[in-house]
């Protein structure tokens, strides 16, 4: 705590806050998804598997009571022992807590938003990682809800899927007529390098608008046409902040100065289309040789329901390898794939594929990613994890909460500089960071100045009622950069 910015966090006690109807309507309901679909996987199970069946009714009677506790404001108890170095980080973080708070308690609706939320998640964690039976022992109960999510996004796999196939088979047809430019044409091709660049990464950030209503309509038209579409164009205009030249030219500068390994690094957030599209990122990067590896970090448990855990990674290959068998399960789209669509899916899968097999697109969990805390404590309570992303020449930090835990998810001023809330982790830290975040909390810092009031007064911002309701939606987004390896 004593490593978190010096300022007030966001507080579940807190009207104004997203965090207020985050504890009081998101968690229960997402609690009851996951009693759902334990109480689904206890009937799939064989009528002789008398011990997983009774546990898995434990377990449900455990989320219940989770459930409970929750909504009746009770106090926040300590997390039970899995063996894990996590736990006692926890606990000993909830004691001192309590001590503060002056009651020797913290209760559910009284506390700082991320601590809150992340204690939640372990809570589910450990009635998986102490289960005895197989059937239960690392059980993920958001995974068919992150898989139906994916197999929903099916008409945006698609589109981009073909799209990939196209841009590398460009790249590789451009490689081979290199040599043939003119040095005028060079400049123009580094501004078209630049300009599908952007595009792509805009199209991993939008991927993070995971409510999937918003997703389908954004994505289907988005990356209908990659370039030159008026449905892309008017979602850019609600990116408030856009450093993505920034981070192309850090990128292109290591190609061109020869770096041996240009590695990039990205830190996930969801599974399903989220995933997808970063691999869609991490394939283009290095394809076009702006990278020449991209490391992925997973959660290491079950996560704010979608975050991406590496069976989250197999699932998905899986799906690829077979696409007309995983959409032949498809609730909502009965159609079957074209021999084309077919063939458009298989070549990404191959091509993933490969790069994983090559060692040029690696998956690196670390149990950090799922602690409580801000990323500010980096330094002193995972300095491996900051020793490894300075190897990196960028760090990309997908999503929301990881950009809460860049920021402490604490009350900045809006105007505050990105390089100052990201604390540590901003100038001389070594790292460069690349946040891609749509909006889906109250933290937001790097603001012209005017901004937040002028987004405010528009239809459904908020107005004068204190709260930043625009900043809730996913519609908006931030993409920030920091060079921390630089002097500025
Ligand atoms: O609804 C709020 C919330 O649960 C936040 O706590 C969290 O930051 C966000 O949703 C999850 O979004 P993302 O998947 O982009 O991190
Ligand atoms: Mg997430």
Redesign the pocket.
């Known amino acids: 705590m004593d490593l978190d910015p010096p300022i007030p966090k966001y507080q579940t006690s807190d009207p104004t806050s997203?965090a207020y109807k985050?504890a009081r309507e998101?968690w229960p309901a997402i609690i009851t998804g996951a009693i759902d679909d334990v109480t689904r996987s206890v009937s799939a199970l064989p009528g002789d598997a008398e011990d997983a069946v009774a546990e898995g009714k434990r377990i449900i009677s455990s989320l219940g009571s989770l459930k409970y506790e929750l909504q009746h404001d009770r106090a926040l108890v300590e997390i039970g022992d899995d063996g894990q170095a996590d736990v006692g980080l926890y606990n000993d973080e909830l004691a001192a807590r309590g001590r503060e708070s002056g009651g020797g308690v913290v209760k559910w609706h009284g506390v700082e938003?991320l601590y809150g939320?992340c204690y939640l998640y372990r809570r589910i964690g450990v009635l998986f990682s102490t289960a005895r039976t197989a059937a239960w022992k690392g059980y993920d109960p958001f995974a068919r809800q992150k898989m139906d999510t994916f197999r929903s996004s099916r008409n945006a796999v698609l589109e981009l899927a073909t799209r990939y196939r196209e841009i590398i088979a460009q790249i590789k047809g451009s490689e081979d007529h290199r040599h043939l430019l003119a040095a005028g044409d060079e400049s123009d091709e580094a501004e078209a390098e630049k300009t599908l660049f952007v595009e792509m990464a805009e199209i991993c950030l939008w991927g993070?608008a995971?409510d999937l209503s918003l997703l389908t309509t954004l994505t289907y038209e988005d990356i209908q046409k990659l370039q030159g579409s008026q449905a892309r164009r008017e979602s850019e205009k609600n990116v408030i902040v856009n450093d993505l030249g920034k981070a192309f030219d850090v990128l292109k500068r290591a190609e061109r100065e020869g770096h041996q390994n240009r590695r990039v690094d990205i830190v996930l957030?969801?599974a399903g289309f989220?995933l997808f599209v970063d691999l869609v990122l991490a394939g283009y990067l290095v394809a076009v040789g702006l990278a020449t590896e991209v490391v992925l970090h997973p959660k290491s448990m079950p996560w704010?329901?979608?975050?991406v855990v590496p069976g989250d990674f197999a699932a998905l290959l899986d799906a690829m390898r077979d696409p007309a068998t995983f959409y032949a399960s498809s609730e909502t789209e009965s159609k079957g794939l074209t021999e084309q669509q077919e063939s458009d899916i298989k070549f990404l899968f191959e091509d993933w594929k490969n790069l994983h097999e090559d060692g040029k697109l690696i998956l690196r969990p670390n149990r950090f990613w799922t602690h409580a805390g801000s990323f500010w404590r980096m330094p002193k309570i995972a300095p491996e994890v900051l020793e490894d992303l300075r190897e990196s020449e960028l760090v990309v930090f997908?999503?929301?909460?990881?950009?809460?835990k860049l920021t402490g998810d604490a009350t900045w001023q809006p105007t505050t500089p990105f390089t100052d809330a990201i604390g540590p982790l901003g100038p001389g830290s070594g790292l460069r960071v690349l946040a891609l975040?749509?909006c889906?909390?109250d933290v937001v810092v790097g603001l012209p100045n005017g901004k937040d009031e002028e987004i405010r007064a528009m239809e459904g911002g908020g107005g004068d009622s204190g709260a930043r309701k625009w900043a809730?939606s996913?519609k908006w987004a931030v993409v920030q950069f920091s060079d921390g390896k630089g002097t500025t």
């Open positions: 997203f985050s998101r938003w939320e993070n995971t957030d969801n989220e704010f329901v979608s975050d997908k999503g929301d909460l990881n950009y809460r975040r749509t889906k909390a809730w996913g």
